[in-house]
């Protein structure tokens, strides 16, 4: 456990950030898994799920909860796949 009261302070408001991001991190996974589902059934709503990937990754990267390069491979990989369903 930490020593001095500005460690304490820190691990507390490490603690209140964790939250945060835990929550942000589940935002993308459900996302991701939602238009992965959606990819692997070949069905045509998996475009109209980007919208709500895009958010969730941006809002992630924006927090600094992933790097900005992280968000951007995220996107453009599934970004990728929906596009060959198109094909």
Excluded: C, W
């Excluded at 990937?53 to 924006?62: E, F, R, S, T």
């Amino acid at each position: 456990m930490a020593n001095t009261k500005n460690a304490k302070k820190a691990h507390r408001s490490s603690l209140r950030k964790r939250v945060f991001n835990v929550r942000r991190k589940k935002a993308i996974h459900d996302t991701v898994k939602a238009v992965s589902k959606a990819i692997s059934a070949k069905s045509k709503d998996a475009g109209t799920l980007l919208p709500e990937l895009y958010q969730a990754v941006d809002k992630a990267a924006k927090h600094g909860t992933i790097s900005k390069n992280t968000a951007s491979r995220m996107k453009s990989r599934i970004t990728k796949r929906v596009a060959a369903l198109s094909k």
